[in-house]
Nanobody, 119 residues
Framework: QVRLVESGGGLVQAGGSLRLSCEAS????????IGWYRQAPGKQRELVAHISSGDQTTYADSVKGRFTISRDSAKNTVYLQMNSLKPEDTAVYYCQTVVSYLLTTYDYWGQGTQVTVSS
């Protein structure tokens, strides 16, 4: 079984920074990609950033240059450093991973962590 535990959300003023962490317990699965989505009230869930097993990164245009995703493979932990935060970054942030076992891939989500940016 796979479990994702997020931490690091909170309340911050515009222009401030936060770092989110997601620790993945993956047992015998192999992480193919891991990253972050977010969902603001009344909006659809959207990709923020993810990083592949080969360390390729993808960012939403809205966060490029402000957010940085990184991972510690030894700890199966992914981080999202968020700088220059804006009120529009306010959302619940979800860790998500795609893992593989034998020839099948599976999709898992964390419980979410609230990020609130005040103006």
């Amino acid at each position: 079984q796979v479990r994702l535990v997020e931490s690091g959300g909170g309340l911050v003023q515009a222009g401030g920074s936060l770092r989110l962490s997601c620790e993945a317990s993956v047992s015998t699965f192999t992480i193919k990609v891991i990253g972050w989505y977010r969902q603001a009230p009344g909006k659809q869930r959207e990709l923020v950033a993810h990083i592949s097993s080969g360390d390729q990164t993808t960012y939403a245009d809205s966060v490029k240059g402000r957010f940085t995703i990184s991972r510690d493979s030894a700890k199966n932990t992914v981080y999202l450093q968020m700088n220059s935060l804006k009120p529009e970054d306010t959302a619940v942030y979800y860790c998500q991973t795609v893992v593989s076992y034998l020839l099948t891939t599976y999709d898992y989500w964390g419980q979410g962590t609230q990020v609130t940016v005040s103006s």
